[in-house]
């Protein structure tokens, strides 16, 4: 394990943490708002980080934040880019090579789906192809191809604890901490950001509670706390599917151009979360606070008329 670092810990918090790709939907609004009264009824403070490592689209990152304000969410400190601490992740990495517990990995997406499909094989895990590879076979292979950095775990599965799905036991394998093109890879990103800004609180989609194991392992082996965490359902289409523009309008601003207000889509958001009580603004979410009541169900959105509201 890596030593624990001992600057003075910044006071706990949870965050949100959009990635820029697009415009806020309603089930990434709905996990915001989560987000933000967990926060809030635990007297953590609010921490707003856009994860800008991946694609970017033009001007997402400021509507993202307008969006946010809109629906009555606060935020502590500036809004916080991840992109801007890339030094800082790669570091953490030298620190985990430098204790042998990173390899070179020279292995194509294709390669890798094709091993983790494999009979025996840990659906989405990588299989470990590059683990053991000679410093002869390494040096051919970077000839060829510019290597990702990966993980050498020790564990194959680690247990955590969800306020919601209870203790959960996932797979952990050799993630990559840096892609091929020198990015840091999200996994580690998150957990670096996390210890380095005092969330100890995460709650997001469950989508993610499968990363959850992985992520509190590498946190652990880094030498930081596991964070507190929730994972709220998702919100569907029509069809079953993950809500997408195909549903229609799914976003604040396509709904505003349809005539309903942000408090209308507050509303919505807190009865999907099985908040009974007429709410229509982020405060009288936290006047009926109480996440024991909510529903444990994926919500399914069907588009809704402003008479309704």
């Known amino acids: 394990m890596m030593p624990r670092h001992t600057e003075t810990a910044p006071a706990p918090a949870g965050r949100f943490a959009p990635s820029p790709s697009g415009d806020l939907h309603l089930g990434n609004l709905r996990?915001?708002?989560?987000?933000?009264g967990f926060a809030r009824a635990t007297r953590r403070r609010f921490l707003l980080r856009v994860e800008d490592l991946d694609r970017v689209k033009r001007g997402a990152a400021e509507r993202n934040v307008e969006d946010l304000r809109a629906i009555g969410l606060d935020w502590d400190g500036p809004v916080d880019l991840q992109s801007e601490r890339i030094p800082l992740f790669l570091e953490r990495v030298r620190t985990l090579t430098d204790a042998g517990l990173t390899y070179e990995c020279f292995c194509t997406r294709r390669?890798?789906?094709?091993?983790?499909?494999?009979?025996?094989?840990?659906?989405?895990a990588y299989p470990g192809t590059c683990r053991n590879l000679t410093e002869?076979?390494?040096?051919?292979?970077?000839t060829q191809r510019p290597p990702a950095v990966r993980l050498r775990a020790g564990v194959r599965e680690f247990t955590v604890h969800d306020h919601f799905a209870g203790e959960f036991t996932g797979a952990v394998d050799d993630m990559v901490l840096v892609r091929n093109d020198g990015t840091p890879a999200y996994n580690l990103a998150v957990v670096v950001d996390d210890a380095e800004q005092g969330v100890d609180q995460v709650v997001r989609g469950d989508d993610l509670l499968p990363s959850a194991?992985?992520?509190?392992?590498l946190a652990g082996l880094m030498g930081h706390g596991v964070p507190e965490y929730a994972h709220v359902p998702l919100v569907m289409g029509p069809s079953g599917d993950r809500l997408a523009k195909r549903d229609g309008a799914v976003t604040l601003r396509e709904l505003q151009e349809l005539g309903h207000t942000a408090q209308d889509v507050?509303?919505?958001?807190?009865?999907?979360?099985?908040?009974?009580?007429?709410?229509?603004?982020?405060a009288d979410v936290m006047d009926h606070w109480d996440p024991a009541s909510w529903t444990r169900e994926p919500t399914v959105f069907e588009p809704w008329d402003a008479a309704q509201d």
């Open 31 to 36: 996990t915001a708002l989560a987000a933000w």
């Open 111 to 124: 390669e890798i789906h094709a091993a983790a499909s494999a009979p025996h094989g840990i659906p989405g």
């Open 213 to 217: 194991p992985r992520q509190a392992y």
């Open 266 to 282: 507050v509303g919505w958001l807190a009865r999907s979360l099985g908040i009974t009580h007429p709410v229509r603004t982020a």
């Open 136 to 142: 002869e076979q390494r040096a051919r292979r970077r």
